[in-house]
């Protein structure tokens, strides 16, 4: 018992000193980033005189691969940060129907390099959930952009919410108890695409921490894996869940579930990892 508890301290440690170091980098990093994009969009915007169409070319991948790095270092320090225990959600009223349609826009730049069309369907019922709006558009940024890396040239993408009911997690009391689910009211987000599809073997993966799924396509397609691990956590530390299922060579339907009260809180909040609630008026 004794060999087991260091075991587990050193564990922690090393744990503790991962998280430091990530974060420490992600700001290092930064910085110089955000000054190249910086003067990037500025030369694109006229900022330094006339530039031929080539020079423009060239300006416009140094800004585009910048804030693609910068994506991926404010994923690392958004992961470090939960593994830490130190995200905060700040909790208010989202109407999802806005939330939709905002990581539609963020996003339209994506489709449109690939000649790619959207359909968004929610209907006209309410898609109001208790949760953190910004992490709430990072979700469905991630899936959406997901979709287009993934999905070829014309393809399509359509984004589907509905509210439901729906068994949710719900968190233990003490950690020696067993976690359950609830029935809740909740609403229900897919975003479905007809592009390259995902083999069976692979979707045990698909939510885990730089798991590449087909890595021959996730390089073509600039992917990591982070965007939706992240989203899975942002999920579940929101009271919800988040699946997938893909027919290889057809498509791919990516899907969470959001219960409209927010999470259910521990008896103890000291247990909860990852996540400081700050729950905020409407």
Do not use: Y
């Not at 040239?153 to 359950?180: K, M, Q, W």
């Amino acid at each position: 018992a004794e060999a087991l508890r260091a075991k587990n301290e050193e564990l922690v440690r090393a744990t503790r000193l991962k998280n430091q170091f990530l974060a420490n980098m992600s700001h290092e990093l930064r910085t110089p980033l955000n000054a190249i994009i910086g003067f990037s969009d500025l030369l694109l915007a006229g900022g330094g005189g006339p530039m031929a169409p080539t020079q423009e070319d060239f300006v416009s991948s140094i800004s585009r691969n910048g804030n693609h790095l910068l994506d991926l270092i404010n994923n690392v320090l958004d992961l470090s940060k939960i593994e830490a225990g130190g995200m905060t959600f700040t909790l208010a009223p989202t109407d999802l129907r806005q939330s939709l349609r905002a990581a539609v826009a963020d996003t339209a730049s994506l489709r449109t390099a690939k000649r790619q069309s959207v359909a968004v369907e929610d209907g006209a019922e309410p898609l109001t959930v208790l949760g953190d709006s910004q992490r709430i558009r990072q979700v469905l940024f991630n899936l959406l952009s997901n979709a287009s890396k993934f999905t070829g040239e014309g393809g399509h993408i359509t984004l589907n919410a509905a509210r439901t009911r729906a068994p949710l997690p719900v968190p233990a009391d003490r950690a020696s108890d067993t976690p359950h689910v609830q029935v809740r009211d909740a609403v229900w987000v897919a975003v479905t695409d007809d592009g390259i599809g995902i083999h069976p073997d692979e979707m045990s993966h698909l939510f885990v921490e730089f798991s590449q799924v087909d890595a021959s396509a996730s390089r073509r397609a600039q992917g990591t894996g982070l965007g939706l691990a992240l989203s899975r956590k942002f999920v579940e530390l929101l009271g919800g869940t988040i699946g997938a299922e893909s027919v290889p060579g057809k498509g791919s339907t990516f899907w969470f579930i959001l219960p409209v009260e927010g999470p259910i809180r521990r008896q103890d909040p000291g247990r909860r990892a990852g996540v400081r609630e700050e729950t905020t008026a409407a």
